[in-house]
């Protein structure tokens, strides 16, 4: 199981939302890229930049990646506001895998388009559901869409790759959701990122349980409720 730290940013500061508000922001740092490298340090496998400022249609931390990007030689996988040919394509020149969301559930045609430009291992589609209904741009759109049913037509497209939230977790401390995470891991030729509630080392134990490709780790590993080093061991 991986261990992906998430760095999200929010005018070029690195921030942490209670289930998806950006009225409920916690700033945890003004330099993203010692944080990125911090993480490297620390033995992440992969590092989770979302630009939630481009997720939510109120501005750009496109420039901060890049200097990320360049600053660690560990995998990243960009998410955030990914919702044109042009952006999709600068995003997977430049990172590991890009994370689509949005653009995956409202317009199928592009989509199926960058599977066959850029194949299914640089595609993460972001199935992000509040308990089972998948939302869209930036959590604030429900959508009605099922999640299992939603997962088996991307895996049909043939996309592998996902990362999955339940809105209702993130952020929150309160621990992760593992009845989902468990439908979703089950599904063949799917590899699940789970994402959203960590708060301890145990709630790391449990997910690693479900046997997914990877783990979230976030508010938990800011405030210094589970490392990196210790997620490692179970993995």
Request: hydrophobic share 45%; net charge negative.
């Amino acid at each position: 199981m991986k261990i992906i730290p998430a760095i999200d940013l929010m005018s070029g500061q690195v921030v942490r939302l209670y289930k998806g508000d950006p009225g409920q922001k916690t700033v945890y740092s003004d330099d993203p890229v010692g944080v990125a490298k911090q993480w490297e340090v620390e033995g992440a496998d992969f590092l989770h930049l979302v630009d939630l400022d481009a997720t939510l249609g109120t501005g750009s931390n496109l420039a901060v990646v890049k200097k990320i990007l360049t600053a660690v030689s560990i995998p990243v996988e960009v998410a955030g506001g990914l919702r044109s040919r042009s952006l999709v394509l600068e995003a997977a020149k430049l990172s590991e895998r890009i994370v689509l969301g949005t653009l995956a559930f409202k317009d199928k045609s592009l989509l199926k388009s960058l599977l066959s430009e850029l194949g299914p291992k640089k595609i993460v589609i972001s199935v992000d559901h509040k308990d089972g209904e998948i939302v869209i741009n930036g959590w604030q759109k429900d959508t009605g869409i099922k999640l299992i049913p939603a997962m088996n037509e991307f895996l049909d497209m043939g996309f592998t790759e996902f990362l999955l939230t339940n809105v209702s977790h993130d952020g929150t401390l309160e621990g992760p959701d593992l009845e989902f995470l468990e439908q979703a891991c089950i599904l063949s030729n799917a590899n699940v990122i789970a994402s959203g509630g960590i708060s301890n080392i145990n709630d790391v134990k449990n997910v690693k349980e479900k046997n997914p490709f990877g783990v979230i780790l976030g508010k938990a590993m800011y405030e210094n409720k589970v490392s990196i080093e210790d997620a490692k061991k179970l993995s």
